[in-house]
């Protein structure tokens, strides 16, 4: 099919639920997008934080391949060894627990909300506090969640129980908890809320605060997690343990898979038959998972994610000083955000032009999430490109 096929194609027989870029893209590598004619473009966004080890990474297209000619599918009533190996993997690299698996970010966030009204059913306990400005998936129960109206309205009535709280605020967080909450969720660093990073004083009196009073403390690592911070998940920049977490996009290399991760002391709160996923932990997004893990360890791309994401921030904030457009950077690892005081729409319009792929959320944050595997030599072209977008907007 020839370009202008395809794009009708789509007006004709795709639901219209996403702004597209018309970007036609056929191959993948690394931190590199080729279109179908050819054009290469650095992906600075890949997959909305899914391919954190790049595109096609060899040990995960290598897990695929030797998979995949042997078992695709299997129930959850029988067992197979690469949901065994996976499961492990995850505890070793986390806390002690147990894992849930699923296929999304939002399927692993209704499992949260889920386990979290079983955990507090003898007690009448059901609310669970969020924030605003963040964002847990477009489920019902995870849309609830959500602290952000506009993707809410037109959806209701949505679950009750979750009274939203600005984010890195003790104080409303403390005027919220009543004999009806059962748990605080957020994300360490949020997002498409605008990419803010939780205080770090602020996570460990949350910790602190769920203790005192029974409370789950549930950490959305759906972005963060797998690396994107610098730490294989975010909740160790904190010195503390979530009692849940939930993960999704980056753990399968390409491949959908979401988890929910529970400590140990409160696993058998679900019992057979309380939750389930068909294709959840199939033998080839285990399989995809493992080599995602294998991916970060053999190329150091934990240490890689941290130097880049130090020498991005401090280009980034020499920028700042030389163009009045940029309010702001802040992010934690390769998880980057640049706070505009003008719209962001023409700067990644103006990058996608010039070979650049990047996000704008909120209206006016830029976010920057290359690969783990991002070289100084990469980063230093995305920032010349951005760069020319920043003088372009200001003239």
């Known amino acids: 099919m020839k370009k202008t096929e395809i794009l009708k194609s789509y007006d004709k027989y795709i639901l219209s639920t996403y702004a597209r870029t018309p970007g036609v893209f056929v191959k993948g590598k690394g931190m590199e997008l080729i279109d179908m004619d050819g054009k290469k473009y650095l992906d600075f966004f890949p997959g909305w934080g899914v391919n954190n080890v790049g595109h096609c990474h060899p040990k995960v297209m290598a897990a695929v391949r030797d998979q995949i000619s042997k078992l695709i ?9 690469n949901q065994a190996k996976l499961a492990k993997e995850i505890i070793r690299c986390s806390f002690p627990g147990k894992v849930f698996f699923c296929n999304s970010g939002t399927e692993a966030c209704e499992a949260a909300i889920k386990f979290s009204r079983m955990y507090g059913k003898n007690s009448g306990r059901f609310e669970i506090i969020t924030m605003k400005n963040s964002f847990h998936g477009r489920t019902l129960g995870s849309l609830a969640a959500t602290g952000q109206k506009k993707y809410q309205e037109g959806f209701g009535p949505l679950p009750e129980g979750f009274p939203c709280v600005p984010f890195n605020d003790l104080n409303a967080l403390n005027a919220a908890i009543n004999d009806k909450t059962v748990a605080i969720m ?17 996570v460990i009196q949350i910790r602190e605060l769920c203790d005192q009073k029974d409370l789950l403390m549930i950490f959305d690592e759906v972005q963060t997690g797998m690396g994107r911070t610098g730490t294989m998940f975010a909740f160790e920049h904190y010195n503390i343990r979530p009692d849940l977490m939930f993960l999704a996009k980056a753990l399968g290399g390409g491949l959908p898979i979401g ?29 995809a998972a493992l080599g995602t893990f294998k991916a970060i360890a053999s190329n150091h791309m934990l240490k890689n994610a941290k130097a880049m994401g130090s020498y991005i921030l401090d280009e980034l904030k020499k920028l700042k000083n030389k163009y009045y457009c940029i309010e702001d950077v802040r992010g934690l690892g390769l998880m980057i955000g640049i706070e505009l005081n003008i719209e962001g729409k023409g700067i990644t319009e103006d990058c996608f032009e010039n070979g650049l792929i990047i996000n704008c959320t909120q209206g006016n944050v830029l976010r920057l999430m290359p690969a783990l595997t991002v070289t100084r030599k990469q980063a230093k072209k995305a920032l010349l490109i951005l760069e020319k977008a920043f003088q372009k907007a200001i003239k």
Do not use: R, W
């Open 73 to 81: 599918h299997i129930p959850n009533n029988f067992y197979h060894p």
């Open 186 to 202: 957020l994300e360490p660093v949020q997002g498409e809320g605008g990419v803010n990073v939780a205080d770090k004083n602020y």
């Open 259 to 287: 988890a929910l991760v529970v400590k140990e002391s409160i696993a058998s709160t679900f019992q057979p038959g309380m939750h389930a996923s068909t294709f959840g932990g199939s033998p080839l997004v285990c399989k």
